[in-house]
């Protein structure tokens, strides 16, 4: 699925050691994702300070992309106002639906799936989290 090995061996290394992965999150206000066609389902919780992503974590079940995804995305949102996260966000989305979109808009890390929009069925995998935090960051 993904075009090459060195792709392939990021999304398997990044999965065995999450960041920001974390079963013991009770938290109440977390963000729900979930897909109505998927059986992924994960809670996301972003620490909102000032206007500025200064932490998060999720937990869940989800298949490896949507997993390191979130991930990846949580990682790529912490120090930036919500602004700019939105501006990141919205082009990640872009590109992972193949549609025109601006390199220097998203975080290198997430340059990972720039080849998705190949694998249609990916899709909802890939932008689960993205999705997700852009309708509760608006």
Known sequence: MIINNAKRDILINRY??????????????????KHRSCTDSFNIF??????????GMFN????????????LIIESCI?????????NLENYENMIKGNIYKKD?????????DNISKYPNRIICAS???SNIINYLK
């Not at 869940?60 to 991930?71: E, F």
């Not at 808009?105 to 799936?113: D, G, V």
């Open 16 to 33: 065995k050691k999450l960041k920001y992965f974390n079963n013991d999150i009770k938290i109440k206000d977390t963000i729900k994702a």
């Open 79 to 87: 120090g930036l106002d919500i602004k700019k996260i939105l501006l």
């Open 46 to 55: 972003l620490d909102i300070k000032n206007n500025h992503i200064t932490g």
């Open 60 to 71: 869940g079940d989800g298949c490896i992309i949507s997993t390191v995804a979130i991930d």
């Open 128 to 130: 689960l989290g993205s």
């Open 105 to 113: 808009n998203i975080n290198k890390s997430l340059l990972l799936f």
